[in-house]
C-alpha cells in the first residue's frame, strides 16, 4: 500500500482524505464531559474501548492506575504518528517530519530535567514520545546515560546540539532549563520557515499555518508575562509571525491588558481571536486565556485545511488535535488520581 500512496496527485488526496477519516474518531466534547465524572479505573475502562485499547491490553500485565494510563497514551500517540508518516507521500512527508521534530526538543528536554532530578529510567520514560526523528532505540540509549551532561555529549551530531552546547551549562548551572527551551523551540520554527519558503509546493499553505502558531505562542507568551515583571521578553518571542520581536517588546510593556489587547486586534485580524479577545477584557484567568487561545488555533487551522484540502494543512491539523486528545487524556487521569474537582479539571481541557 505504501508504494501506491506515494505516487501521483492521488497520493495527496489519498493522504489528506485518510486524515479527515481519522479527525472523525477522535473523542468528542460529549465524551470529555461523561469521563469527568468517572473515576480513574472507569476512565481506563471507557478509553479501552477506543482506539487505545491495544496499548492498554498490551501494558496492563507491566502497569496500573495512572502508569498504565500514562504509558499507554504515549506509545499509541508515537504510533499514530509513524503510522501517518507511512501514508503521506513526498513533500507531504517532509514538511511533517520536520514538524513532528517538535517532539525530539520535548524528549531531550525531558530526559535533561529527569536527569537532573535524579528521576529513575522508567519514570522519565513513561513520558517520552518517540514521533519525532529521534527514535525510541536513540531515546532508551540516551535514558541509559548516566548523567545529563552524558546525554549532551550522546546527541552531538544532531541538529540541535550545537545550541545544547551552547545554552546546557547555563541551565545546568542556574537550575532552570527555560532559556534554553525557548532557544530550540525559536531554531525549530526558523527551521520550518525555511522548509516552507525553499520554493517546494505546497510551501505558502505550511508557512501560514506555521505564522498562525507563531503569533498564538507569542500572544500566549505576552498575557502570561503580564502577571510578572519581566523587562527584556525578546529572548522568549519567536520571529516569523505577524509581529517583530521588537514590536512584541514594545507590546510586553503596555500600561494594561486592554492596551495589548487593542494592538493584537489590529494586526492579527482572525474573527475567532477577535471574539475571545473583547471576553478577556472581562478579567478572564490567564490559564483560561491560554487555553482558549489553544482552541481558536485550532479552529483557524481547520479553516486553513479547508481552504487547501490536498495540502499539509489537513494533515497538520489532525495531529494537533491528536495531541490534545493525548493531553485531555492525561489532564483527566492526573486530575482523577489527584482527586481534583471535576470542575477544576475541566479548566484544563481543550475541547
Known sequence: MAEVVNRGPGSYIYATTRMRVRKIKLVPREDYLRMLNMSLPEITRFIEETQYKAEIDELSSSFSGIDLMEVALSWNLAKEYQKVLDITPGILKEFTQNYLRRWDIQNVLNILRGKTQGLSSGKIKAVLIPAGGLDKDLLDSLLNEDSPERVVDALKGTGFSSLLGEEFPAAQESGSFARLENELYKQYFA?????????????????????????????????????????DVRDMMIEGGSFTVEELQRLAGTESIDDLIDAVKSRVR?????????????????????????????????????????????????????????????????????????ERIQDYLVM
Do not use: W
Request: glycine share 4%.
Open 270 to 342: 482572525v474573527a475567532p481571536l477577535d471574539a475571545l479577545l473583547n471576553e478577556v477584557r472581562e478579567n478572564m484567568s490567564i490559564h483560561e486565556i491560554e487555553n482558549r487561545l489553544t482552541c481558536v488555533m485550532l479552529e483557524q487551522m481547520e479553516k486553513l485545511s479547508k481552504r487547501h484540502p490536498f495540502s499539509i494543512c489537513p494533515i497538520l491539523v489532525y495531529l494537533k488535535k491528536k495531541r490534545y486528545e493525548v493531553e485531555n487524556l492525561r489532564a483527566l487521569a492526573r486530575g482523577k488520581e489527584s482527586n481534583i474537582p471535576s
Open 191 to 231: 527551521d520550518l520557515i525555511v522548509a516552507a519558503k525553499s520554493g517546494v509546493k505546497g510551501g505558502v499553505a505550511f508557512l501560514e499555518y506555521i505564522r498562525f502558531e507563531i503569533d498564538i505562542r507569542n500572544i500566549q507568551t505576552l498575557f502570561r508575562l503580564k502577571t510578572g515583571r519581566v523587562s
